[in-house]
C-alpha cells in the first residue's frame, strides 16, 4: 500500500512538472511599455505599428519593415487606448507606427 501511495506522489510529481514548460513562450510575455523610442528601438529597431499601419513621412520614403503587433502599439501609444492612457505616447504623428525610423 505505501509504494502505491508513493508511486502515485511520484506520477502526479512528474505529470505537474511537466505541464509547467508546457505554457508557449508568446503567452508568457506581456507586452511592455516603453519610456522612450531609443528603449523601444533597441528592442525593435524599425519600430512597432498596427497591422493595417502606413508610415506617413515627409521624405517620401515610408518604413514598411516594423513589427506589427496591436498590444504592443496600444502599449506604446499612450491616448490610443484607455486601459493605457497613462503611458508614454511614442506615436507622436498618429499614423499608427511607434518610433519608426526612417
Known amino acids: 500500500m505505501r509504494l ?19 505554457v508557449p513562450a508568446d503567452a508568457r510575455r506581456r507586452p511592455r511599455s516603453y519610456p ?20 506617413r513621412t515627409s521624405s517620401g520614403d515610408p518604413v514598411t519593415n516594423f513589427k506589427r503587433s496591436k498590444r504592443l502599439d496600444i502599449r506604446n501609444d499612450g491616448g490610443g487606448s484607455r ?10 504623428d498618429n499614423d499608427g507606427v511607434a518610433c519608426e525610423q526612417h
Open 4 to 22: 502505491r501511495t508513493m508511486l502515485l506522489v511520484a506520477l502526479t510529481a512528474v505529470v505537474l512538472l511537466a505541464t509547467l514548460g508546457a
Open 36 to 55: 522612450n523610442c531609443r528603449a523601444l528601438n533597441s528592442v525593435d529597431p524599425p519600430g512597432v505599428g498596427l497591422v493595417r499601419a502606413r508610415d
Open 83 to 92: 486601459l493605457f492612457a497613462s503611458e508614454h505616447d511614442l506615436d507622436r
